[in-house]
């Protein structure tokens, strides 16, 4: 069974800090990876996506891919309450058109 | 922009009773999804679709069944709707095994 698994949280941080949210998986085979926010009672939307081992930035936002440890995270520098949300980890499949979903970590910033 | 549209943001049904779900999407994209989400249960693949008239199961096909008849549209049925299919239904569209996008969500109460 392929797998990818999140902390639930709540985690708290105050506003101003780095939050940092993580995501393993099971599956060695995933190529694509990718991070959506998604606030209370909406539809989740894209955040950030990458491929490459490494780091890849984005504004407040940066992902960060360990393929030989199959963990990936992203860290959100600067947190602003508005990006209190849970955040979900998805990542491909090998075998089809599919993406594995993290059960998502709801992250609160604290003003 | 994609845009991913669906029929209703909120629906009330009798136990019994057949529901169509209806999902369009914009962007000319081949593949299709119908999730459903649940309180601490994550997104769950119900049905996909990767070509019109195609269709793949998902995770939790029972109870349910799909119909893409044109490629910009994809259907989900709740054949005699049921109290434990009360839940909030994501359809997606993506391109490929690329990046997922969200209709706003319909929020089904089976009564």
């Known amino acids: 069974q392929k797998e990818v698994e999140q902390n639930s949280g709540p985690l708290s941080v105050p506003e101003g800090a780095i939050a940092s949210l993580n995501c393993t998986y099971s599956?060695?085979?995933?190529?694509?990876f990718f991070w959506y926010r998604q606030y209370s009672g909406k539809s989740p939307e894209l955040i950030m996506f990458?491929?490459s081992n490494g780091d890849k930035e984005d504004g407040r936002f940066t992902a960060q891919l360990n393929k030989a440890s199959q963990y990936v995270s992203l860290l959100i520098r600067d947190s602003q309450p508005s990006d209190s949300a849970t955040y979900l980890c998805?990542?491909?499949?090998?075998?089809?058109?599919?993406?594995?979903w993290g059960a998502g970590t709801k992250l609160i910033i604290k003003p | 922009d994609v845009k991913v549209t669906q029929s209703s943001r909120y629906l009330v049904k009798r136990t019994g009773e057949k529901v169509f779900l209806e999902c369009v999407q914009d962007m000319d994209h081949e593949n299709m999804f119908w999730y459903r989400q649940d309180p601490g249960l994550g997104l769950r693949l119900i049905y996909f679709s990767y070509d019109v008239k195609m269709k793949e199961k998902g995770d939790i096909p029972e109870g349910y069944s799909v119909s893409r008849e044109k490629k910009e549209r994809f259907s989900l049925i709740l054949e005699s709707a049921s109290t434990n299919q009360t839940s909030m239904y994501l359809c997606?569209?993506?391109?490929?095994?690329?990046?997922?996008?969200f209709g706003p969500g319909t929020r089904l109460t089976v009564l």
């Open positions: 998805a990542v491909t499949s090998d075998s089809n058109y599919q993406l594995i």
């Open positions: 990458i491929y």
């Open positions: 997606a569209s993506s391109y490929s095994t690329d990046t997922q996008y």
């Open positions: 599956d060695r085979g995933s190529q694509s």
